[in-house]
């Protein structure tokens, strides 16, 4: 659910929100995808390489997986195409897109996704999901906060959180087993 803690949570991890008790250590490369897309003025492709050095292979095949090969090519300058501030010239879902695009051609150890999937068609998303965060990122840590739920099963781990606590963690199908008192649970059961 929305103000769950699943963004807080996420942040822990980056040292921009603070943890209250506990520590966390890890020296792997990481890249965040938060909920609001972050653009700066200038070409689709610099917007997605960041910085890193320009692979023309790398970088179609991350679009493609992506789901926004085909709409790249379609634009007047294809990856060439001026961005305006904020990404105001692109869709919700094509912003959505680009930032996690800019995350997978990173190369990160880690990703940190925030709703990266949100805003996106239930066919859109299932194909990102599939081909690229259980395809592309599948030797990669993926933590995912989202609310969709037809995806838990597809996780290798869940962790349920309310009003910024966890309630219950494990696998699909030790929660479905063993936490029937949880709501989360419960909401599981019922999908198809």
């Known amino acids: 659910d929305s103000g769950s803690g ?12 603070a943890r209250t008790t506990g520590k966390l250590r890890f020296q792997e490369f990481y890249t965040y995808v938060a909920q609001e897309t972050v653009f700066f003025p200038g070409p689709l492709r610099d917007c997605i390489v960041f910085g890193k050095h320009y692979d023309e292979k790398l970088f179609w095949e991350v679009l493609e997986v992506c789901c926004l090969a085909e709409e790249v090519k379609a634009l ?3 990856e060439m195409t001026e961005i305006v501030e904020k990404g ?7 912003r959505a897109r680009v930032s996690l695009a800019r ?3 990173s190369n990160a150890d880690v990703y940190l996704l925030d709703e990266c999937l949100s805003n996106l ?3 859109v998303d299932k194909s990102i999901f599939h081909n690229c965060i259980q395809g592309w990122l599948k030797n990669k840590t ?5 609310n ?3 995806l838990a099963k597809y996780a290798n781990k869940i962790v349920v959180m309310e009003k910024g606590r966890i309630v219950t963690q494990g696998t699909y199908e030790e929660l479905i087993e063993n936490d029937e008192n949880v709501e989360f649970v ?5 999908l198809p």
């Open 6 to 17: 699943k963004s807080s949570f996420l942040l822990s991890f980056t040292n921009e929100f």
């Open 76 to 78: 007047p300058n294809q």
């Open 88 to 94: 105001a010239n692109l869709s919700e879902g094509q």
């Open 103 to 105: 995350a997978v051609y």
């Open 121 to 123: 068609s239930m066919k």
């Open 142 to 146: 993926v933590i995912m906060a989202t």
């Open 148 to 150: 969709l739920l037809n």
């Open 186 to 190: 419960s909401v599981l059961k019922k």
